[in-house]
């Protein structure tokens, strides 16, 4: 339990996908604009991930391993994740439309967002078990929601600032971001 705990806290605060491994830096500086479109996006990491973690884990330990076909685990992965994220596409589009369409461009990019092959491939990496696998999964995903949440609410009170003409844009959002990375190292002697 102790193991499990560890991996929870770790996932999500001290090696946070994006401000300590930097995956995953597309959607969360392009759908950070506003609170509620990077809840969404978060939502969705989180379920592409944790089913990912779900999926990849057999598909290696069964497939992969076994009959010595370990060189295709990275397209083996990115085809399952894929596949999920076409799934989730489809299932925001009839379910919740307006997300669908503030999430655009986006949404399709999770495909090739490097935070989801990371975390499956550091989750065989660092041999986890199957539990182990979805735990941290699930907490890196939330990671990602938290990081991304918190530079949306920031994105949008800095609209409502005097911003130097040089750091307005992206400027100011890398430097936000940076900032973001720093205060998440104090997490560092959590484990």
Not at 163 to 169: A, E, Q, Y
Request: aromatic share 10%.
């Amino acid at each position: 339990m102790g193991e499990l705990f560890v991996i929870v806290i770790s996932s999500m605060l001290v090696s946070n996908v994006v401000l300590s491994q930097f995956l995953g830096i597309c959607p969360f500086l392009g759908v950070s604009k506003k609170v509620e479109t990077a809840a969404g996006m978060g939502a969705a990491v989180i379920f592409v991930i944790t089913i990912a973690c779900a999926i990849t884990y057999p598909i290696q330990k069964c497939i992969l391993d076994p009959f010595g076909l370990g060189y295709l685990q990275t397209i083996a992965f990115i085809l399952i994740i894929a596949a999920l994220v076409q799934f989730v596409e489809m299932a925001l589009k009839k379910f919740l439309p307006a997300l669908y369409e503030s999430l655009g461009v986006f949404l399709p990019l999770i495909t090739t967002n490097c935070a989801v092959l990371g975390v499956a491939i550091n989750n065989i990496n660092n041999d986890y078990n199957f539990i182990q696998s979805l735990v941290c999964g699930f907490c890196t995903a939330v990671g990602f929601l938290i990081a991304i949440v918190i530079l949306a609410g920031i994105r949008e009170r800095i609209e409502f600032n005097d911003v130097p003409d040089s750091f307005k844009g992206t400027p100011i959002v890398l430097v936000t971001a940076s900032l973001m990375a720093i205060a998440f190292c104090g997490f560092a002697g959590l484990v």
